[in-house]
């Protein structure tokens, strides 16, 4: 199973940038979770977003994103997004995501994508 995460790059505050992360090896109805989280220098790993693969994809935010952030599938590309809107400076950060696998308990992770935003 692997997670491939991109999208991130240099946007200035205001704009908008969508982050995707492919998944391979799992169909991501299997992952009871899937989500993105954060981490800043200096700060530790938070999560962003995540949506359950059950109940018709219950989405949960950080306080920080509500409004500004939607999570959301893309079964056919076994894709899980990110559009992130009204990009604020203090969301710069290195972005991850992440899937909980229901059979095998184990989460797995992809690697970061940078998300810099311009003042």
């Known amino acids: 199973v692997q997670l491939q995460a991109s999208g991130g790059g240099l946007v200035q505050a205001g704009g908008s940038l969508r982050l995707s992360c492919v998944v391979s090896?799992?169909?991501?109805?299997?992952?009871?979770?899937m989500g993105w989280h954060r981490q800043a220098p200096g700060k530790q790993r938070e999560l962003v977003a995540s949506?359950?693969?059950?109940?018709?994809?219950?989405?949960n935010y950080a306080d920080s994103v509500k409004g500004r952030f939607t999570i959301f599938r893309d079964t056919a590309r076994n894709t899980v997004l990110l559009q992130m809107n009204s990009l604020k400076p203090e969301d710069t950060a290195a972005y991850y995501c992440n899937g909980d696998h229901a059979k095998a308990r184990y989460t797995y992770w992809g690697q970061g994508t940078e998300v810099t935003v311009s003042s």
């Open positions: 949506i359950t693969s059950g109940g018709g994809g219950r989405e």
């Open positions: 090896g799992e169909p991501i109805a299997r992952f009871n979770v």
